[in-house]
């Protein structure tokens, strides 16, 4: 019997022509799933992620005006300072846009927040947000900015403050300014010896006595382990 | 990745489902015995070391969420757990007044990709639990006959450790121990005053190599989103590829096995899968099945293997096929240590995992409920992700002004700025893992209702904890109080009452299912003999969590691949008698 036969003997359908076998080679990769659009996630995504994340890229969420607004409002909340730059700087506005489409549930709080802030100002300034002097923008952020002072017929702009202060804080921390700012210092291929002998000083903590010759020790990273019939390693 | 279509008549010895943890370890011990193979994979191709599949070492920016989970990929968005908590196309139900959630991966390697690596033997108690405390049942194996397996699955794949000569947490052939970062040795510290053990932690990662094939770990911290140095342990990039180079191992990846095919005797003959390129049905016959689609899906495809001789399901003639389903339990608690604010910069990485861990350290018998538990620890100067300066609105209070009064909460500014980067690295917390009592009325079944897109019916769950578990949770919430308290940490959030009971999380949570097919020497209270053969074919074995008679108070994985070599090694002896 051929190979051929062979197979259709062991097809239900007898209509399917082949098995499918995994062929690890590079080269074949599917080129439609290539992304049309720069910026989704890289790294091992699977159809239906690529074509969520084109899908979120291609969509815009915020008004014009609202970007605006929101351009103040995260410099307001990271401002820049003399180590970094601020929060439109960093691209917390192109963040916010994504989050609200990557999770819808923003979409009510932020958009509502952002015109419940013009009709305060209206009432209060008889102007929009946006047409409020400086010193009024931050009466008006003043009164929201801080949930325990808060009077609280405020709470709802309160609550909306506090997904705008999480969202940016977050958008700047996460950004590679924010990284340099924050004086984050992993990510990068180490040695891990413990924490430095100066800072274990500083916090009064030391290595257990008895573990100290069974941790790693960095130069013995290269040589294959080898151990006794105990368990106890000997090379 | 892609696929070729190639003609294949061959049929092979052994098949085996899934390519996670017990179907890795199968497919590399019966092929090196010298069998032909084939992996069915429901997911696709995965390899952390093309440049196209990494993840590893990007930062936040390089995700428009920042690393913020998704559907996909609910533990983050750079996480490599293709899969998660709800499928699109492979729903699963619950039966009203239980709960289940369960997390699936659909990849090469499976969960193994991204699992947390604690790598924990049973000890000789775990094994015997009900002659300890009466409830539940024993396992037909002790610990003895999985000692010599654990050794060798400690040099295979390599377990960082120290030996501690405790009896019910066995030591093994250990690699050094990574040091602890600079919160764990506050837990350490605190610990001590309260009287509890903290020891290295057991994970498998490779601080230094095992062999030239596998390289070294660089402390990334990420081993979550595998390892492109294949130092850290997962099923695809230790034992499915390396099987495969050595040719005896064919990988079908999209492979969406249905059932267990099975002739008049009532002995399997192979699977029927749905290709996923396709969406059509094909045939695959074998000499032997072995299932390691993980503790539930095994259950599934059993359940759903339904012929004259096997009416109910193959390997269900017991009726346990599905019955005994368990999760260890879990709770956390949280909190800030002023020490921490404002603290020096340095690289504090480490492996992807806690360096020190607490182990079971009480005796139940002045408990108030059955089983122990483990904790480990978090915390530490991570990557900055989606998620970093939140709560500062509820957190900012934490922080004291030049002249030591307490920030008010929220505001905005070049003082909050500041004062997020004094916070970083100061929280920290704590997750106990725990042993539950598996029951008979826990359990999943095939719901008649509803089928997923391949067709293939879904299953149903039932799970509800008892007083036991919310005991044990109790006393977590205690114990988690005194040792943050002792190290000097302020508690975040309220303690977990009896509303919640005690914070313990939904069954499932803990992603420790096992017990759907378990093991025993009575073919009416069990589905599987002590070497995972299904008491009603004797072709057909299961390799994952499934046998497990119970969940101990430490992570599965380590057994799963102890037991998965063991059966490997019976099938082999079995097929060399002939006596399949
Ligand atoms: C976040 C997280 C952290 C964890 N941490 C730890 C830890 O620290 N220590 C520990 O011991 N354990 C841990 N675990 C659990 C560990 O991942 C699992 O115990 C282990 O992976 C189970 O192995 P398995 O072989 O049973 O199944 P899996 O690893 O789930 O693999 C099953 C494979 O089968 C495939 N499959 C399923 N159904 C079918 C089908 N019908 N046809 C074809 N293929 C199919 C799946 O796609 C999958 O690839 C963790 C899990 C998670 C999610
Ligand atoms: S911590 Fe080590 S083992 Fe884990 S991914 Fe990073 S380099 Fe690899």
Same mark, same amino acid.
């Given at each position: 019997?051929?190979?051929?036969?062979?197979?259709?003997?062991?097809?239900?359908?007898?209509?399917?022509?082949?098995?499918?076998?995994?062929?690890?080679?590079?080269?074949?990769?599917?080129?439609?799933?290539?992304?049309?659009?720069?910026?989704?996630?890289?790294?091992?995504?699977?159809?239906?992620?690529?074509?969520?994340?084109?899908?979120?890229?291609?969509?815009?969420?915020?008004?014009? &005006?609202?970007? =605006?607004?929101?351009?103040?409002?995260?410099?307001?909340?990271?401002? !820049?300072? #003399?180590?970094? %730059?601020?929060? *439109?700087?960093?691209?917390?506005?192109?963040?916010?846009?994504?989050?609200?489409?990557?999770?819808?549930?923003?979409?009510?709080?932020?958009?509502?927040?952002?015109?419940?802030?013009?009709?305060?100002?209206?009432?209060?300034?008889?102007?929009?947000?946006?047409?409020?002097?400086?010193? &009024?923008?931050? =009466?008006?952020?003043?009164?929201?900015?801080?949930?325990?002072?808060? !009077?609280? #017929?405020?709470? %709802?702009?309160? *609550?909306?403050?506090?997904?705008?202060?999480?969202?940016?804080?977050?958008?700047?921390?996460?950004?590679?300014?924010?990284?340099?700012?924050?004086?984050?210092?992993?990510?990068?291929?180490?040695?891990?010896?413990?924490?430095?002998?100066?800072?274990?000083?500083?916090?009064?903590?030391?290595?257990?006595?008895?573990?100290?010759?069974?941790?790693?020790?960095?130069?013995?990273?290269?040589?294959?382990?080898?151990?006794?019939?105990?368990?106890?390693?000997?090379? | 990745?892609?696929?070729?279509?190639?003609?294949?008549?061959?049929?092979?010895?052994?098949?085996?489902?899934?390519?996670?943890?017990?179907?890795?370890?199968?497919?590399?011990?019966?092929?090196?015995?010298?069998?032909?193979?084939?992996?069915?994979?429901?997911?696709?191709?995965?390899?952390?070391?093309?440049?196209?599949?990494?993840?590893?070492?990007?930062?936040?920016?390089?995700?428009?969420?920042?690393?913020?989970?998704?559907?996909?990929?609910?533990?983050?968005?750079?996480?490599?757990?293709?899969?998660?908590?709800?499928?699109?196309?492979?729903?699963?139900?619950?039966?009203?007044?239980?709960?289940?959630?369960?997390?699936?991966?659909?990849?090469?390697?499976?969960?193994?990709?991204?699992?947390?690596?604690?790598?924990?033997?049973?000890?000789?108690?775990?094994?015997?639990?009900?002659?300890?405390?009466?409830?539940?049942?024993?396992?037909?194996?002790?610990?003895?006959?999985?000692?010599?397996?654990?050794?060798?699955?400690?040099?295979?794949?390599?377990?960082?450790?120290?030996?501690?000569?405790?009896?019910?947490?066995?030591?093994?052939?250990?690699?050094?121990?990574?040091?602890?970062?600079?919160?764990?040795?506050?837990?350490?510290?605190?610990?001590?005053?309260?009287?509890?053990?903290?020891?290295?932690?057991?994970?498998?990662?490779?601080?230094?190599?095992?062999?030239?094939?596998?390289?070294?770990?660089?402390?990334?911290?990420?081993?979550?989103?595998?390892?492109?140095?294949?130092?850290?342990?997962?099923?695809?990039?230790?034992?499915?590829?390396?099987?495969?180079?050595?040719?005896?191992?064919?990988?079908?990846?999209?492979?969406?096995?249905?059932?267990?095919?099975?002739?008049?005797?009532?002995?399997?003959?192979?699977?029927?899968?749905?290709?996923?390129?396709?969406?059509?049905?094909?045939?695959?016959?074998?000499?032997?099945?072995?299932?390691?689609?993980?503790?539930?899906?095994?259950?599934?495809?059993?359940?759903?293997?339904?012929?004259?001789?096997?009416?109910?399901?193959?390997?269900?003639?017991?009726?346990?096929?599905?019955?005994?389903?368990?999760?260890?339990?879990?709770?956390?608690?949280?909190?800030?240590?002023?020490?921490?604010?404002?603290?020096?910069?340095?690289?504090?990485?480490?492996?992807?995992?806690?360096?020190?861990?607490?182990?079971?350290?009480?005796?139940?018998?002045?408990?108030?409920?059955?089983?122990?538990?483990?904790?480990?620890?978090?915390?530490?100067?991570?990557?900055?992700?989606?998620?970093?300066?939140?709560?500062?609105?509820?957190?900012?209070?934490?922080?004291?002004?030049?002249?030591?009064?307490?920030?008010?909460?929220?505001?905005?500014?070049?003082?909050?700025?500041?004062?997020?980067?004094?916070?970083?690295?100061?929280?920290?917390?704590?997750?106990?893992?725990?042993?539950?009592?598996?029951?008979?009325?826990?359990?999943?079944?095939?719901?008649?209702?509803?089928?997923?897109?391949?067709?293939?019916?879904?299953?149903?769950?039932?799970?509800?904890?008892?007083?036991?578990?919310?005991?044990?949770?109790?006393?977590?919430?205690?114990?988690?109080?005194?040792?943050?308290?002792?190290?000097?940490?302020?508690?975040?959030?309220?303690?977990?009452?009896?509303?919640?009971?005690?914070?313990?999380?939904?069954?499932?949570?803990?992603?420790?299912?096992?017990?759907?097919?378990?093991?025993?020497?009575?073919?009416?209270?069990?589905?599987?003999?002590?070497?995972?053969?299904?008491?009603?074919?004797?072709?057909?074995?299961?390799?994952?969590?499934?046998?497990?008679?119970?969940?101990?108070?430490?992570?599965?994985?380590?057994?799963?691949?102890?037991?998965?070599?063991?059966?490997?090694?019976?099938?082999?002896?079995?097929?060399?008698?002939?006596?399949?």
């Amino acid at each position: 019997m051929n190979r051929r036969e062979n197979l259709k003997l062991l097809f239900t359908g007898s209509l399917a022509t082949g098995l499918l076998l995994t062929n690890c080679s590079p080269e074949d990769k599917q080129a439609d799933l290539s992304p049309k659009i720069a910026g989704g996630t890289p790294g091992g995504r699977i159809e239906e992620e690529i074509q969520r994340d084109q899908r979120l890229l291609s969509e815009t969420f915020l008004t014009e &005006e609202e970007r =605006e607004k929101l351009n103040v409002l995260v410099d307001i909340i990271m401002p !820049a300072d #003399e180590e970094s %730059g601020s929060a *439109s700087e960093a691209g917390v506005v192109d963040f916010i846009e994504f989050m609200m489409k990557d999770a819808p549930s923003y979409q009510t709080p932020m958009r509502g927040g952002l015109m419940w802030l013009d009709s305060y100002s209206n009432d209060q300034y008889g102007k929009l947000f946006l047409d409020l002097s400086e010193n &009024e923008r931050m =009466e008006v952020i003043d009164k929201i900015a801080w949930p325990e002072k808060a !009077a609280p #017929e405020m709470r %709802g702009a309160v *609550s909306f403050f506090n997904i705008l202060r999480n969202l940016t804080a977050t958008g700047y921390f996460t950004s590679e300014m924010g990284y340099k700012y924050l004086g984050y210092k992993g990510n990068t291929p180490n040695a891990w010896d413990g924490v430095p002998k100066e800072v274990m000083e500083k916090h009064g903590v030391e290595l257990p006595e008895k573990y100290l010759s069974y941790y790693l020790k960095p130069e013995e990273r290269g040589t294959v382990a080898v151990w006794d019939d105990e368990g106890n390693l000997i090379g | 990745m892609s696929f070729e279509i190639k003609s294949s008549g061959e049929s092979y010895d052994v098949i085996i489902v899934g390519s996670g943890a017990g179907g890795g370890m199968a497919s590399k011990i019966l092929s090196e015995a010298g069998l032909s193979v084939a992996v069915l994979e429901a997911g696709k191709d995965f390899d952390p070391a093309k440049d196209e599949d990494r993840t590893q070492l990007r930062p936040a920016w390089e995700s428009p969420r920042r690393g913020a989970g998704t559907r996909v990929r609910p533990f983050g968005d750079f996480d490599q757990a293709i899969g998660g908590w709800d499928i699109e196309g492979e729903p699963y139900t619950r039966a009203k007044g239980t709960s289940f959630d369960w997390f699936r991966s659909r990849m090469v390697g499976g969960r193994t990709n991204h699992w947390g690596r604690i790598s924990l033997r049973f000890g000789p108690n775990d094994f015997k639990r009900k002659s300890i405390d009466g409830m539940g049942d024993n396992w037909p194996i002790g610990y003895d006959d999985l000692k010599p397996y654990y050794d060798r699955v400690d040099k295979l794949i390599g377990v960082f450790g120290t030996k501690e000569g405790i009896y019910n947490e066995p030591d093994g052939f250990f690699l050094p121990p990574p040091k602890p970062r600079l919160h764990e040795m506050y837990i350490m510290k605190g610990a001590k005053k309260a009287n509890m053990p903290v020891i290295p932690g057991r994970l498998s990662m490779l601080t230094r190599p095992i062999n030239n094939e596998r390289g070294v770990c660089f402390f990334c911290n990420q081993c979550n989103r595998a390892c492109q140095a294949y130092a850290d342990f997962s099923s695809g990039t230790c034992l499915v590829k390396p099987a495969m180079a050595k040719g005896k191992v064919e990988l079908y990846t999209q492979a969406m096995v249905r059932s267990v095919t099975t002739d008049e005797s009532g002995n399997a003959t192979g699977v029927s899968f749905i290709s996923k390129v396709d969406m059509k049905e094909y045939k695959l016959r074998s000499r032997v099945v072995v299932l390691g689609a993980s503790a539930c899906e095994s259950a599934r495809i059993m359940l759903n293997s339904k012929s004259k001789t096997h009416p109910n399901g193959v390997g269900n003639s017991s009726g346990m096929v599905g019955r005994y389903l368990h999760d260890s339990t879990g709770a956390d608690r949280m909190g800030i240590m002023p020490e921490l604010i404002d603290r020096e910069r340095y690289n504090e990485d480490g492996v992807g995992g806690m360096h020190v861990y607490t182990p079971w350290w009480l005796d139940n018998k002045k408990l108030d409920f059955a089983r122990g538990y483990h904790i480990e620890y978090w915390g530490g100067m991570t990557m900055p992700s989606y998620g970093i300066g939140f709560s500062m609105d509820t957190m900012r209070k934490y922080l004291k002004d030049e002249f030591g009064n307490p920030s008010p909460n929220g505001g905005y500014g070049e003082g909050l700025k500041k004062d997020i980067r004094r916070i970083y690295g100061s929280t920290l917390g704590m997750s106990g893992r725990g042993e539950s009592i598996p029951q008979f009325t826990n359990y999943c079944e095939i719901d008649n209702n509803v089928v997923d897109k391949y067709g293939i019916p879904v299953l149903k769950f039932h799970y509800q904890w008892t007083d036991q578990e919310v005991k044990q949770a109790k006393h977590m919430q205690d114990t988690f109080e005194e040792i943050l308290t002792e190290s000097g940490a302020v508690l975040l959030g309220e303690k977990p009452g009896p509303e919640t009971m005690y914070g313990l999380a939904t069954p499932g949570r803990i992603i420790h299912e096992v017990g759907t097919t378990r093991m025993g020497d009575n073919p009416s209270t069990s589905v599987l003999n002590s070497n995972c053969q299904a008491h009603d074919c004797k072709n057909l074995f299961v390799v994952d969590a499934g046998p497990f008679v119970s969940q101990a108070d430490k992570n599965p994985t380590w057994t799963i691949l102890a037991l998965a070599w063991r059966t490997s090694d019976y099938i082999v002896n079995e097929l060399k008698k002939k006596n399949i």
